[in-house]
């Protein structure tokens, strides 16, 4: 009797530690989501980023030319 007791109570053992070890993977697997989440959120941000870096610079180099022109005019009328 006592050795029936005694697997039984190996087995709940072995039960108990194979759920935390589940919870435990499956606690990692959400972290490695977490992390994979926030490189794609921030590899997001950097073209964001660049997209309106590149916008900025192109709206520069835009006035600039119109500024060029707008000099040249009065240039142009002031002889």
Excluded: P, S, T, Y
Excluded at 10 to 17: A, G, P, V
Excluded at 54 to 73: D, G, P, R, S
């Amino acid at each position: 009797m006592m050795e029936i007791e005694r697997l039984k109570n190996i087995k709940h053992r072995e039960e108990i530690e194979q759920k935390r070890k589940n919870a435990q993977k499956d606690g990692a697997l959400v972290i490695i989501e977490q992390i994979k989440e926030r490189e794609l959120e921030r590899i997001k941000q950097q073209e964001l980023q660049e997209r309106e870096k590149q916008q900025m610079l192109e709206q520069i180099e835009k006035l600039k030319v119109e500024e060029e022109i707008q000099l040249k005019k009065e240039r142009k009328l002031a002889r």
